[in-house]
């Protein structure tokens, strides 16, 4: 297994700009998450995902959009790029069942430095 | 209300002493807690978790941690300190209710030669 994968590894975007961070996993996970980490800082959920077709945001989801049209993607769109959106991601999924809660699987991250 | 406290933003040991890192937690419900370690420009990688088993719980790399229900604590040791765990650690709060786990802010590990 590939685990969680996210793609690009580094992107530059200037003001304005749109992109997609990529992220997969094939662990048959049916949660996924989404997370920005700061220098310095903790990490925050910007986004997730119970299952195919349905997301929800979390603390810091202003300034992006999600979707989850299938189990194995979870795509984050930035569509006006700012420089307060400079940061880390991390995407990770999760086999959640009721009454029991399991890890959060981590991605390598992806490094986004908008100018 | 949910919440993860880890205590000391940053700590420094000597290779070879005593890894303790602190961890406090709220929660209204029996949690599952975790630690996780992020090496420099990686992900998150589990190290431990805690879901109700057994109150010790033993991870990777020498590193375990006690459940204290009294004291609402999970805090991470490790006997002897090696270079290679100089890394930020992160303690982690679930419950079965929600989807969600919350992260505490982190704890940079130095390792002094």
């Known amino acids: 297994n590939a685990g969680v994968t996210q793609t690009p590894k580094f992107r530059i975007l200037k003001i304005g700009q749109s992109m997609t961070l990529q992220c997969a996993q094939d662990m048959n996970h049916n949660y996924m998450y989404w997370y920005r980490q700061d220098p310095g800082m903790g990490l925050k959920l910007i986004y997730y995902?119970?299952?195919?077709?349905?997301?929800d945001k979390g603390e810091v989801p202003n300034g992006y959009n999600v979707s989850r049209s299938t189990t194995e993607d979870f795509p984050l769109r930035l569509e006006l790029a700012a420089p307060s959106q400079t940061s880390v991601y991390f995407c990770?999924?999760?086999?959640?069942?009721?009454?029991?809660?399991?890890?959060?699987?981590f991605g390598p991250g992806t490094r986004l430095t908008v100018l | 209300a949910q919440s993860v406290t880890q205590l000391g933003s940053h700590v420094s040991v000597s290779e070879g002493a005593l890894v303790l890192l602190r961890c406090n937690y709220s929660?209204?419900?029996?949690?599952?807690l975790f630690w996780y370690v992020q090496y420099p420009n990686q992900g998150l990688q589990l190290l431990l978790k805690?879901?109700?088993?057994?109150?010790l719980v033993k991870g990777i790399n020498g590193f375990e941690a006690e459940f204290k229900k009294s004291e609402t604590s999970f805090h991470l040791t490790k006997p002897s300190a090696h270079m290679s765990d100089a890394a930020e650690y992160f303690c982690?709060?679930?419950?079965?209710?929600?989807?969600?786990?919350?992260f505490g802010s982190g704890t940079r590990l130095s390792i002094r030669p």
């Open positions: 929660s209204s419900v029996p949690p599952y």
């Open positions: 805690y879901t109700s088993a057994a109150t």
């Open positions: 995902s119970v299952g195919a077709g349905i997301t």
């Open positions: 982690a709060l679930g419950e079965s209710s929600a989807s969600k786990i919350i």
């Open positions: 990770a999924s999760s086999y959640h069942r009721p009454s029991s809660y399991n890890e959060q699987f």
